[in-house]
């Protein structure tokens, strides 16, 4: 089993920044990719962004058109720690984040993708 927590979430004005972490601990040495997933009230899951936790060079990072060139995404192996970086951000970010993962590494953009999920921090974003 994978356990995951996030972290990092809180109330910001619009155009602020925030960083959101996700530690991982148990057989992270299982897992092959994380992903970000967000989830507005009364709206879908909807996909973030994602990067493959094995092999050098940081891993490679994959990021949703509505967030490409405002937020990154970025892994700490030796921390079994992936973090979301959020910048710029937008009344419509608001929602709860949660992070994932996958032993697998097919569609990172599918929630059915992934076998492990955190339980979720807030962001809120004030226009």
């Known amino acids: 089993q994978v356990r995951l927590v996030e972290s990092g979430g809180g109330l910001v004005q619009a155009g602020g920044s925030l960083r959101l972490s996700c530690a991982a601990s148990?057989?992270?040495?299982?897992?092959?990719?994380m992903g970000w997933f967000r989830q507005a009230p009364e709206k879908e899951r909807e996909y973030v962004a994602a990067?493959?936790?094995?092999?050098?060079?940081?891993?490679?990072?994959y990021l949703a058109g509505s967030v490409t060139g405002r937020f990154t995404i970025s892994r700490d192996n030796a921390k079994n720690t992936v973090y979301l970086q959020m910048n710029s951000l937008k009344p419509e970010d608001t929602a709860v984040y949660y992070c994932?993962?996958?032993?697998?590494?097919?569609?990172?953009?599918?929630?059915?993708?992934?076998?492990?999920w955190g339980r979720g921090t807030q962001v809120t974003v004030s226009s």
């Open positions: 994932a993962g996958t032993t697998g590494v097919s569609d990172l953009s599918q929630r059915s993708t992934y076998d492990y």
């Open positions: 148990g057989r992270t040495f299982s897992m092959a990719a």
């Open positions: 990067i493959t936790w094995t092999g050098g060079s940081g891993g490679i990072g």
